[in-house]
């Protein structure tokens, strides 16, 4: 599904995306660090780009509130990254090329849910 950021390598564009949960991830030091998974990733045009996305919950994002459900527009630029396993075990499935949204800035929360379930903007 990442064929498309590939064609996009570098560009910087408007995204929209649905909140589906939060988790967490190591940081090399100190506390766990949140994480939010994004789904449906659409861009300016509405065309469906990557079916989910992962991004760190910084100050920006903290301060939004998000709960799942809500819509999330955001600007990022597609880049590389290398991923999988790059040490010594040779029967894991070697590295490769894939495709992300780095350095995302400019969030604005589209969809609130509020506690009867239902949605307004």
């Known amino acids: 599904m990442r ?7 570098g560009a910087r564009g408007r995204y929209t995306a649905r909140v589906s949960r939060f988790g967490t991830k190591r ?3 100190g506390p766990r660090l949140v994480t939010v998974l994004l789904v449906d990733v659409k861009d300016a045009t509405g065309a469906v780009v990557t079916d989910h996305l992962w991004l760190t919950i ?5 301060r939004l509130h998000l709960a799942p459900g ?3 527009a955001f600007d990022a630029r597609v880049t590389p990254y290398v ?3 790059r040490g010594r ?4 499935e070697p590295p490769s090329v894939d495709y992300r949204l780095s350095n995302p800035t400019r969030f604005v929360k589209r969809t609130v849910v509020v506690p009867d379930g239902q949605r307004t903007l």
């Open 27 to 29: 940081a090399y030091r």
């Open 58 to 62: 910084g100050k920006t994002l903290e």
């Open 83 to 85: 991923k999988g396993y």
């Open 89 to 92: 075990r040779y029967d894991d």
């Open 3 to 9: 064929e498309e950021f590939a064609r996009r390598e």
């Open 70 to 72: 809500d819509t999330l």
